[in-house]
């Protein structure tokens, strides 16, 4: 299992927009992709969960990756919340 | 049998099924199912079919919007592939019910987790679940986006209908227009006139759910709508209908036929159009041109400036129509009475005397650009001209064909084919009817916007329907500017039309030929009628 910590820059936070596209960047990987924020969790494979963890600009996600593809998945989500978010 | 009274706007009847347009045009019944594996294939069903529809949409506004705002569609359609979601739906469904009250169910859950979060951006979300919800309701319903669910077509009932709505409209379905707001210049108003359907507006009417589907009357000869009249009564009302559908069919055999007086003075009528496809009713009417062309259906119900070569599809495809025949096509007329949120217009007091038509065109010169690029791209393939509307002075006819030469050398540059374009303006402000004299020297032809004309001499505000009786059409006032303004075109040489309402007032007609009114043009339903009144002076 991996994970990393990250700031939410976007000013509205993971709004529908990148909310999409993170579960479509997600998708890409066979391992669980979990998002933590504020005490709540969210596969980050599903969207409406996601959406509804409230995300805004400023607050710090945990991001988890467990499973065969983790260390892929770790570098792309990376890349992907300092691209996107 | 229930009885209201409206304003009518088009005289004639219609007999037909009530439909209550409501924003959500259906009502989700719970109840039980004996065959869950049916029930669930049958959402899983109406699931793909609509990620097929947003899948459409999202490419269909990936080319008209950009990608930005086709993401929507995206994301809706993921929502009908979150886990979540459809779980939620199915355990609905094993408890036995039926497809759509377990969607509807969902809908309400998820709507409810997004709307009591505190941001107000995730609280707007509750709209898409919500949007997306419907969209598979409607679906398992088998009701079209539209909302009206039948192919019968039907008297359409509503509170009032905004122009996005009226752009929408599938006009094969409807019968006539029955409205409890709106005054006789509203949109439904205008939308039922240039579709030749009676229409009631201002009925003051409290609609009931119970009034769908039952059988109504609209008698816009008497302003009277019918709920459930009585045997005898409908009779009478279909005989009715008949005869005026009988005296619409004499006018037909005006088709053909010129426009013109005993005594051998001629005018030409044309038709005013609000979108392309109103260019066969146009046709069909035997106009003899587009008079006005109001590209504002353009702007309106999306969420992103149209782009130069949607523009440009739209006039080509009018001028190809009409077959060589003039297009008038007024610029952008636009303020904040219209709901444009993308054009940032701040709210007004007094929308109509503000920031509106060639006052933002002049002021924001990349949208007006836009806009005569597109015209004049089009002006290759038909014969199109180009009227400016609100205007008030020489400086701004000077400013505006400034703009026109420079995109003109643009496209020459490019080495766009372009055609000849006449450029003209409104005469819609008592300054530009009094000054009509100087301006006749700058422009090919006026065109005489009774409408606005009316309201700013008069100072009546022509939305205010407690003024409709003080709004005096036939004004000495009104009537003497438009003779002014007649007689300074041809002073200068240059031809002078009405575009406005009153260009289809027939007892005016023998008044405007009097005045020299060089063109005459009128909603496509009123071509015929002008012109029996033309042929009877």
């Known amino acids: 299992m991996k994970e990393f910590q990250y700031v939410i820059q976007d000013p509205v936070g993971i709004h529908a927009r990148p909310a999409g596209l993170l579960v479509r960047k997600a998708a890409e990987y066979k391992c669980q992709v979990t998002i933590t924020s504020d005490g709540k969790s969210a596969d980050a494979k599903k969207l409406l969960k996601l959406m509804s963890l409230g995300v805004k600009q400023g607050m710090e996600i945990t991001c988890t990756l467990d499973g065969e593809d983790e260390d892929a998945a770790y570098e792309g989500m990376q890349q992907f919340f300092k691209e996107n978010l | ?537």
């Open chain 2, 1 to 537: 049998m229930n009885k209201y009274n409206g304003k009518s706007v088009l005289k004639g009847i219609a007999v037909g099924r009530i439909f209550l347009y409501q924003k959500q045009a259906y009502q989700v019944v719970k109840t039980e199912i004996t065959d869950i594996d049916a029930e669930i294939c049958r959402y899983k069903q109406a699931v793909e079919t609509a990620k097929e529809q947003l899948t459409a949409l999202y490419d269909a506004a990936l080319v008209n919007v950009g990608e930005d705002h086709a993401m929507i569609f995206d994301i809706h359609r993921m929502m009908l592939e979150d886990d979540d979601y459809l779980e939620a739906i199915e355990d609905v469904v094993k408890e036995g019910l039926n497809a759509e009250y377990a969607v509807e169910t969902a809908q309400d859950q998820f709507a409810e987790l997004f709307a009591s979060m505190d941001d107000e951006y995730m609280k707007a979300r509750a709209t898409d679940i919500k949007d997306v919800s419907q969209r598979v309701i409607r679906i398992l319903m088998g009701i079209p986006e539209d909302g009206i669910p039948t192919d019968e077509p039907v008297i359409l009932v509503a509170d009032d209908l905004t122009p996005s709505e009226t752009v929408k409209m599938d006009k094969n379905k409807i019968l006539a227009f029955v409205t409890v707001r709106g005054s006789s210049n509203s949109h439904t108003a205008i939308l039922a006139r240039s579709m030749n359907l009676p229409a009631l507006v201002n009925t003051g009417m409290e609609p009931s759910e119970e009034w769908n589907g039952k059988v109504g009357v609209v008698d816009g000869f008497n302003g009277e709508f019918l709920i459930e009249p009585d045997q005898e009564l409908l009779d009478e009302m279909i005989r009715r209908k008949n005869q005026w559908v009988a005296d619409l069919e004499a006018l037909e055999q005006l088709k053909g036929k010129d426009n013109v007086t005993s005594d051998g003075r001629k005018v030409h009528i044309y038709a005013n159009i609000g979108k392309v496809s109103d260019a066969d009713a146009a046709l069909s009417a035997d106009a003899g041109g587009i008079g006005l062309f109001r590209s504002e259906f353009l702007y309106l119900g999306r969420d992103t400036f149209p782009t130069e070569e949607e523009q440009y599809i739209s006039y080509k495809t009018v001028l190809e129509k009409m077959d060589g025949r003039k297009v008038i096509i007024r610029t952008l007329d636009i303020g904040a009475d219209k709901k444009v949120d993308y054009f940032n217009l701040e709210p007004e007091e007094n929308p109509a005397l503000g920031y509106r038509a060639i006052r933002i065109c002049l002021d924001r010169p990349e949208i007006f650009i836009t806009q005569l690029r597109a015209i004049y791209r089009a002006s290759a393939y038909g014969q199109a001209a180009i009227m400016f509307p609100m205007i008030v002075s020489v400086e701004e006819v000077r400013r505006v064909k400034e703009i026109v030469e420079q995109v003109k050398g643009e496209l020459e540059v490019e080495g766009y084919p372009m055609g000849d374009v006449e450029l003209g303006i409104m005469v819609e402000t008592p300054a530009a009817a009094v000054i009509a004299g100087e301006l006749a020297k700058e422009v090919d032809f006026f065109s005489i916007g009774t409408n606005d004309l009316t309201q700013y001499t008069l100072a009546v505000d022509r939305q205010n329907q407690k003024l409709e009786s003080t709004c005096n059409t036939h004004h000495p006032a009104v009537l003497k500017l438009i003779e002014m303004t007649v007689q300074s075109a041809h002073n200068a040489g240059i031809w002078a039309g009405i575009c406005g309402e009153l260009a289809a007032d027939t007892d005016l007609t023998e008044t405007f030929l009097d005045m020299g009114v060089d063109e005459l043009s009128v909603s496509p339903s009123a071509v015929l009628k002008v012109r029996k009144a033309v042929r009877d002076i």
